[in-house]
């Protein structure tokens, strides 16, 4: 009963290759230059008003440097990236604030631009959300992947967890990150990354022999190569596909229009798909399901339960997060 | 003479030392505010004392105390609601900004029970006259990086925290969604009803 249930489970799963909970994986800070910012129109006049940027660390900030691609608009795009804060700037630091003896002569003169404010700030990230038609339809398979996560996902992953040591875990993470280095080489080609994709096939070269197959990340550690997440979802939006509408995935779970055709794409480009010609359909689909749960086990239930647990609306909560988070993949 | 020479430059040094600096206490640098909070909040998860399931209370209740200093809970509930906000009364507001604080209080203090040795780089900040980011990474025990961004508002020289940006997610404008797409569809109150239902 447990093991056919299990199967049913593992053959759903095939389709979950590496977009599921995307928002998790983290990338290292670099350029954004991108159409899609989330205050569009917004770029007039506010790049004076923002000082250079101090080093903190200095050290660290040597590093970042020189993982940005290496592009001349790095002051440009730095600011473009503050805007969101300083758009409301004049009527910021008015009354609504705080309420402390000091404000209060302030108050009475700058509670007009308040009004400003409002309209300026929050206007600006509400082009960030996402047009939802079919909701109740989306509302219901994100009630059936919560209760699939908490039921199936995550006592299977928690016993995995307690059987393979957490190093091992990240081993077989970087071993299937490794495996799918073309889709991050052709998706950096097809932006124009010539310098990423170098650095992917830089990577793969020296993980496959010195790393061992891929199971540790000398490119990393050693030579200091970023992997870059590069997906078809991003290339789309470079080649100004618009987003589309929001879409809830059974088990892979949030998605836009777009990022299911990149989804698709990254498919394609994955040699893990090929697998399923090889072997069969049946260790296809066991392999994938193993890098699922693995990837799952790591950081991103973990993802998932921060951004649902402390929310009001889980489904909203999740499905900003989603967005959010691709602005920014797609913006670096 | 040169001995009177040093004494006149001591003299001015120390002059407007004297002068300057209380413009210069005033004048925090918000990387260095964020640095130090981080750090002092990692000094009590890391202290001995308090290391243990039973002393979880007496931990949370210490970290509470050193790290809401550093944020504006107004300006977050307020950016939060958004368009919502100025439509409310002052009580409501005050109820809102305490009902919202007990929400970040109770998840984001609960998270760091499960600390295992995380650390927190700050990589860079910038600034202008009201408004500063200061961009850090956590670096777990996996070795996965996190960027995370925090959003601060000056106010007369005081810098504290409005905003936490996750790998882009930004914390208010998560709750902004949440409480526009609520309401929409229904009232402040039972907006409020939801929030008192959530603790």
Redesign the interface.
């Known amino acids: 009963m447990r093991v056919s249930s299990l199967l049913t489970f593992l053959f759903l799963v095939t389709i979950c290759l590496n977009g599921a909970f995307v928002w998790a994986e983290s990338s290292p800070l670099s350029n954004r230059q991108s159409d899609e910012t989330t205050s569009t129109g917004k770029k007039s006049g506010m790049d004076t008003n923002i000082e250079g940027e101090k080093s903190v660390s200095s050290g660290q900030t040597g590093e970042i440097v020189s993982e940005n691609k290496g592009s001349a608009t790095n002051a440009n795009t730095e600011s473009e990236k503050l805007e969101p804060v300083s758009a409301g700037q004049p009527g910021e630091t008015a009354g609504v604030g705080k309420s402390s003896v000091k404000d209060t002569n302030i108050k009475s003169e700058k509670l007009g631009p308040v009004d400003v404010e409002f309209e300026t700030t929050f206007s600006s990230t509400e082009t960030a959300s996402i047009s939802d038609p079919i909701q109740p339809y989306n509302r219901s398979i994100f009630v059936f992947n919560d209760k699939a996560y908490y039921y199936v996902v995550k006592p299977v992953y928690k016993g995995y967890n307690k059987a393979v040591p957490e190093k091992a875990r990240v081993s077989v993470r970087n071993f299937f990150s490794n495996i799918a280095m073309p889709v991050r080489f052709f998706n950096c080609l097809f932006q124009g990354e010539f310098k990423g994709a170098g650095t992917e096939l830089a990577r793969f070269v020296i993980n496959t022999t010195f790393g061992v197959a891929g199971f540790s990340d000398p490119a990393k550690s050693l030579f200091h190569l970023e992997k870059q997440n590069r997906d078809f979802g991003q290339t789309l939006a470079k080649y100004k596909i618009g987003t589309g509408p929001f879409v809830e995935w059974p088990f892979i779970g949030p998605s836009s229009a777009r990022d299911t055709v990149g989804f698709v794409g990254d498919l394609a480009l994955n040699p893990l798909t090929l697998l399923s010609f090889f072997a069969g359909p049946f260790v296809s689909t066991g392999v994938n399901s193993y890098d699922y749960m693995n990837e799952v086990s790591i950081d991103k239930g973990e993802a998932y339960e921060s951004i649902t647990k402390p929310a009001i609306d889980p489904y909203i909560a999740l499905q900003d997060a989603y967005v959010q988070n691709r602005i920014k993949r797609i913006k670096e | 003479m040169r001995y009177s020479k040093i004494m006149l430059v001591m003299f001015i040094g120390v002059f407007f030392w004297a002068f300057m600096s209380p413009f210069a206490w005033a004048e925090e640098?918000p990387?260095?505010l964020v640095?130090e909070s981080i750090d002092r909040g990692l000094a009590i998860l890391k202290e001995p004392s308090l290391i243990g399931a039973e002393k979880v209370q007496e931990r949370r209740q210490r970290l509470w105390e050193e790290i809401s200093p550093v944020f504006?809970f107004?300006?977050m509930s307020?950016?939060a609601l958004?368009?919502h906000?100025?439509k409310r009364s002052p009580e409501e507001k005050k109820e809102f900004v305490e009902l919202f604080t007990d929400?970040?209080k109770?998840?984001?203090i609960g998270?760091t029970d499960t600390y295992s040795g995380e650390k927190m780089?700050?990589?860079?900040?910038?600034?202008?006259?009201?408004?500063a980011?200061?961009?850090a990474?956590l670096i777990?025990?996996?070795?996965?990086?996190?960027?995370v961004n925090y959003?601060l508002?000056?106010?007369?020289g005081k810098w504290r925290i409005y905003d936490v940006v996750i790998?882009?997610?930004?914390l208010v404008?998560?709750?902004?969604?949440?409480?526009n797409?609520?309401l929409l569809k229904s009232s402040y109150e039972e907006?409020v009803q939801?929030?008192k239902e959530?603790k």
Do not use: A, C, P
């Not at chain 2, 780089?121 to 408004?131: A, F, M, N």
């Not at chain 2, 998560?174 to 409480?179: E, G, K, L, M, T």
């Open positions: 640098e990387g260095k640095m504006n107004e300006e307020k950016r958004g368009v906000w100025k929400i970040l109770n998840t984001y998270k780089e700050v990589l860079r900040e910038r600034h202008d006259s009201s408004y980011e200061v961009q990474k777990t025990n996996k070795g996965t990086e996190v960027s959003h508002v000056s106010n007369h790998e882009g997610v930004s404008n998560n709750y902004r969604s949440q409480f797409s609520i907006l939801r929030i959530k």
